[in-house]
């Protein structure tokens, strides 16, 4: 190649090249909430989607994907309805989990 060669700081980066940093979790979020904030934040970053002023509302829906996640282990655990006596005879009911879920 003919002529001076190519100063490295004078290189714009590609984009797929640039790292994007990633923001901590909120401090109010719950155990849970982290993880999926961990799990999901890094690949949002990347896309350079998690702005600062969307970082609540991705708390709120990692916070939302952990309470998923918590309500149908009680469920799998503990069922999804109850049966009680009542003057009728027996009848099934609902768990206020399988509500929330």
Do not use: H
Not at 3 to 32: C, F, H, I, R, Y
Request: some cysteine; hydrophobic content about 40%; aromatic content about 10%.
């Amino acid at each position: 190649m003919r002529g001076q060669k190519p100063k490295l700081d004078n290189v714009v980066p590609m984009k797929a090249d640039q790292t994007a940093p990633v923001p901590e979790a909120p401090d109010w979020m719950s155990a849970e909430g982290r993880d999926a904030w961990d799990r999901l934040a890094p690949v949002l970053a990347a896309k350079r989607r998690l702005d600062p002023a969307y970082e609540d509302p991705f708390a709120v829906y990692c916070e939302a994907v952990a309470d998923v996640i918590r309500f149908t282990g009680d469920i799998a655990a503990f069922g999804s309805w109850y049966e009680v006596e009542t003057r009728n005879g027996r009848q099934q009911k609902k768990r206020a989990v399988w509500g929330q879920r």
